[in-house]
């Protein structure tokens, strides 16, 4: 067969290499100068089965984990399986752990709480409030998007600068629309476009990225510090991980209700960020960078992944790192066999047009 992939982040890049491994022509398509350029490089990449409800999307991101390893990210250098340590210092947040801790360990993913001496073996660095509730995650890992996307493409076609205005269906298969005019035609479509999947799909509603909605954060880099942190932390105050060289990524999830697409983050937002780490690891920090993040965010909070026509399908999903690698192998099952994947029928476009209650509105991803 051929076919199309349409964008070059973790998603696209996961479902064209899973396509080409089964020996069928694969090309991807991506508006960007280069792969890993769009909500990829702007991601806290933390690879977890953790605050996921209902049960069925946190089984789904937990097997997700699984297919990290069992494509070798450990070796590839994509993926640091350090787990993730959660520190609670309010009253609401160590409620809320301890609700999910003991949730989390009842279906048997991995979760336990620490006292503080097994915290400090740890991140030695981290400094923890007295009455901190501590709880450990040892099976979740932490990410580098742009080395995860540039193994999936060995090897596979990758054409820049070409922005996908229409995908039209046909009897024997489907084509796209260029910019600038020109039209590809092969047996199948793929569209990974993330957030901008409504563009081309208006049957899959997204939470269009606004000032202080769910779809948005900050996300900032710090120079290299001074201290040691080897894997995934979150705390009340700020989320960090390791960014490599030393740097760190650092997110202030309460911050978020202040971004804005449209505009840089804020000064007092960045003072803050580089307060709240300074704080947590006893060190100046100078943040190198900061962003507004854009996020893939389907109107009710899961993944919509599936068959749109014969020839058409659509992957998206908020927690593509995570899920990217598992994604993409049923993915390209269904489009290669025609057959169902059982453990995707939760998340079909169609579960939209069914009458149903109106939906609880999308968490904000990450929170705590």
Not at 108 to 127: C, I, M, Q
Request: one cysteine or more; charged letters at 20%; proline letters at 9%.
């Amino acid at each position: 067969m051929r076919v199309l992939v349409l964008g070059a982040g973790v998603l696209g890049a996961a479902v064209a290499n899973r396509i080409a491994a089964r020996g069928h022509e694969v090309r991807v398509l991506d508006a960007a100068p280069a792969p890993a350029t769009g909500t990829s490089a702007a991601t806290f990449a933390w690879v977890n089965g953790n605050n996921k409800q209902p049960p069925h999307y946190q089984e789904l991101n937990a097997a997700a984990i699984r297919e990290h390893h069992r494509l070798g990210g450990v070796a590839a250098g994509w993926l640091v399986p350090n787990g993730h340590l959660e520190v609670a210092a309010t009253e609401e947040h160590r409620t809320r752990l301890t609700e999910r801790v003991t949730r989390l360990a009842a279906t048997g993913y991995p979760a336990s709480f620490l006292a503080p001496a097994e915290v400090t073996a740890l991140e030695p660095d981290l400094r923890v409030e007295p009455d901190a509730l501590a709880a450990w995650f040892p099976d979740e890992a932490h990410c580098h998007p742009e080395a995860f996307v540039a193994m999936m493409l060995a090897g596979v076609p990758v054409s820049t600068n070409q922005r996908v205005v229409g995908v039209e269906e046909h009897r024997t298969g489907a084509s796209v629309q260029l910019s600038d005019g020109t039209a590809l035609t092969a047996d199948h479509v793929v569209t990974c476009l993330g957030r901008h999947t409504a563009a081309l799909h208006e049957d899959v509603p997204m939470i269009e990225p606004a000032p202080g909605n769910a779809a948005v954060g900050f996300l900032a880099r710090t120079a290299p510090v001074a201290a040691r942190l080897s894997r995934v932390v979150t705390t009340s105050t700020v989320n960090l991980r390791p960014a490599g060289g030393g740097a760190l990524v650092a997110q202030t999830l309460d911050q978020d209700v202040l971004a804005d697409p449209a505009r840089p983050v804020p000064p007092s937002v960045v003072s803050t960020m580089a307060e709240r780490v300074r704080d947590r690891l006893g060190y100046p920090v100078r943040v190198e960078s900061a962003v507004v993040g854009q996020r893939a965010l389907p109107a009710d909070g899961l993944p919509v992944v599936g068959p749109l026509g014969a020839h058409r399908y659509v992957v998206v999903s908020h927690s593509a790192v995570t899920l990217a690698p598992l994604l993409g192998e049923l993915a390209a099952r269904e489009v290669c066999s025609g057959a169902e994947e059982d453990v995707l029928r939760p998340y079909r476009v169609d579960r939209f047009r069914r009458p149903h209650p109106t939906p609880t509105p999308a968490r904000r991803p990450g929170e705590q």
